[in-house]
Structure formats: C-alpha cells, structure tokens
C-alpha cells in the first residue's frame, strides 16, 4: 500500500511556478529520500502535502485517503529549521509537544539511548544546546506520537558523520518496525545506503523515481518486457536489478552507478 502518493501537484508562490508536476508514490515500510538540487521544491513539496500549504492542483494521499486533519496523529516531521522555543528548556518543549499529541510524557525518554543523549541536556534551555543535539531533539518530538510515517527535511545537514551514523541506525530500526521514511536531502551519497527508493525532483518537476540499484548497465534494443520507470523525456529499464538509461529512440547510455544517473541530470547533461 502506498503510505503517501502525489499525482500531478502545483504549487505557484506570489505569482511565481514552484511546483509544476510533482509525482511521488512512497510505499508503506520504506525508507525513501527525496533528492534534488538547492531551490528544486522539496520543501515546498513537504509543506504542501502536510498542507501548510495550500496546493493549486492535484492529489494528496495518505494511505489511500485525501489528505486530511485525521492524519495529523499519523505523520511526524522534523523540518529543516527548528521549530522549537529557543528560550524554553528541552523538557518544557517536548512536555508542550506531549500534551499536543495527546501522549505520555515519559515517551520523551525513548529514544535517549539510540540517539546517544544525555540525561542534563533535557534540563538546559533550546537554545544552549550544540546545533547535533538540537537535531536529535527534534527527532525526538518528531516520534514520540509513534507516528506511521515520518517525515524528515535534510535532518543531518551540516553536521559530523557521526551524527548522522546515528540518524541512519535510528531510520533502520524504524523501517523494521514498519514505519514508513521519507527522508529530504540534495546529497545522495548521504541516503544511498539506507533507502529503497529514491524519488528525484528538479526545477518544480519529479524526474524520476527508482530504487537504489548499485549497478547499470548498457542493453541494446527495446525490452518491453522489462519494468521500465518513467524518466524524463526517457525510460529506465530494470531487469534483475540492472538499470540502463534510453535517452532517445535507439539512443542508450551507459549508467554504471546511481550517483553517475544522479549527476547527469544534477548537471542537466540529461534533461
Ligand atoms: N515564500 C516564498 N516566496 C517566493 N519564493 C519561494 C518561497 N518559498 C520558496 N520559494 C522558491 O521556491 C523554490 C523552491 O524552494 P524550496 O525551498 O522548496 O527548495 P528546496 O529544494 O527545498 O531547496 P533547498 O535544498 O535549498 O532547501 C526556490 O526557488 C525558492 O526560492
């Protein structure tokens, strides 16, 4: 079952085209991210379908349904910028999100080991705290409703390596539990290793989706009979996990790695 599915979404700020077709379809269990360049629409994809936003056209899905306030309880977020009271104490923000989820408030405690958090860090203010463990804070507000999907935007970015091995332990053992991840980055080399799909968006457009693959190789000729995945202006055929790329009619080029697919429409070379 798709845990999110968006068809054809549009989104136009003050006048100007930001999302012109965004298609997704995130499946129940996954762990899927998000990539595009800086300025691609990610964000403002992640603000429309928890609609604070308001979208011009399209479908909205969540298990199946239109979006709606139901699925408030189902969805946790962690944005891109902290969403936190500076001035609050760690403690007094999470007891705030408590009583808005309606939960317990010794969930607050359960992912303190995993995320390697100390004790006194939930005693200091928001604002005292380095900017890792604002990030882990926030993931801890993001699931203490034991939300069905989760719903992270560039969670780890700027910030050591060892945080985000942390972020990445965290995420797996969420998927094991049947949580569904969708995980927003413009850096594949940061995602590749934990998702099952990736879904690549550039310039207000999905340009396509797929799931992570190491290898790609060349076939001559057609093969209807292989899964193909829509890529712009293009196919990508699958068979027993090798991917190639036809560019134009009779036109194939060779993808040895997701990053080599990645980069050619990073850099336009494919467009
Ligand atoms: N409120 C706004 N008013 C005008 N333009 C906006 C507004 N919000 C976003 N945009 C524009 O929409 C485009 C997409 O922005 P968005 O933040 O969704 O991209 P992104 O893929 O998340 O980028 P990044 O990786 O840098 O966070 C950008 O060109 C941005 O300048």
């Not at 992270?152 to 945080?163: A, K, Q, R």
Request: hydrophobic share 35%; aromatic share 12%.
């Amino acid at each position: 079952m798709k845990a999110i599915e968006i068809k054809k979404l549009k989104k136009s700020i003050n006048g100007k085209l930001i999302l012109k077709e965004i298609n997704l379809n995130i499946y129940e269990g996954e762990i899927y991210s998000l990539l595009g360049p800086n300025g691609a629409g990610k964000t403002t994809t992640i603000y429309t379908l928890l609609g604070l936003l308001k979208k011009d056209d399209g479908e909205i899905k969540i298990f199946g349904e239109e979006l709606s306030k139901k699925h408030f309880k189902e969805i946790g977020v962690m944005f891109e910028i902290e969403t936190y009271n500076l001035e609050w104490s760690v403690i007094d923000n999470l007891k705030h999100m408590c009583y808005l989820f309606g939960v317990d408030e010794h969930r607050i405690y359960d992912y303190v080991e995993i995320l390697d958090l100390k004790r006194e860090d939930f005693r200091k203010k928001f604002k005292q705290l380095s900017k890792g463990t604002k990030r882990k804070i926030s993931l801890i507000g993001a699931l203490m409703h034991d939300p069905k999907i989760l719903i992270l935007d560039e969670p780890t970015s700027g910030l050591d390596p060892e945080i985000q091995v942390v972020f990445k332990k965290l995420l797996l053992d969420l998927k094991k539990r049947g949580k569904t991840v969708l995980f927003v980055s413009h850096n594949l080399y940061e995602v590749q290793e934990i998702s099952d799909r990736i879904g690549f968006i550039k310039s207000g457009e999905t340009i396509f989706e797929i799931p992570v693959s190491e290898k790609f190789y060349l076939v001559e000729g057609d093969y209807p009979e292989f899964q193909t995945y829509r890529v712009k202006n293009s196919k990508l055929y699958v068979f027993d996990e090798k991917m190639f790329l036809k560019i134009k009619p009779k036109n194939y080029q060779m993808i040895e790695k997701l990053e080599d697919l990645y980069v050619k429409f990073i850099e336009g070379r494919v467009s």
